[in-house]
């Protein structure tokens, strides 16, 4: 079990920035992937940013060259710094913990974070 506290969202003007922290307790351990996913109204939820165990990130194309996605391990904590905040990245963020055990996936989340971006 995986549990995670996201914390940082707020309301910020286009062209700011803001800091969502995840905060992951229990088997840590076995974590072998952390995502950032957002859902904005409306829309499904998407895959914004990846940090694998080794260290490795990947991030969607909308994002790119604006947001970084970074893990304190001696924290339990991962980041995403997000810049040049524009009016669509405005939604509910949220931590995923992916754990790949015996061919089977388990994933945990966190509460979500509200971001919101004023024009």
């Known amino acids: 079990q995986v549990q995670l506290v996201e914390s940082g969202g707020g309301l910020v003007q286009a062209g700011g920035s803001l800091k969502l922290s995840c905060a992951a307790s229990g088997s840590i351990f076995s974590i072998n992937v952390m995502n950032w996913y957002r859902q904005a109204p409306g829309k499904q939820r998407e895959l914004v940013a990846t940090v694998t165990s080794d260290g490795n990130t990947n991030y969607a194309d909308s994002v790119k060259g604006r947001f970084t996605i970074f893990r304190d391990n001696a924290k339990n904590t991962v980041f995403l710094q997000m810049n040049i905040l524009k009016p669509e990245d405005t939604a509910v963020y949220y931590c995923?913990?992916?754990?790949?055990?015996?061919?089977?996936?388990?994933?945990?989340w966190g509460q979500g974070t509200q971001v919101t971006v004023s024009a």
């Open positions: 995923n913990a992916r754990i790949f055990s015996l061919a089977k996936v388990y994933d945990y």
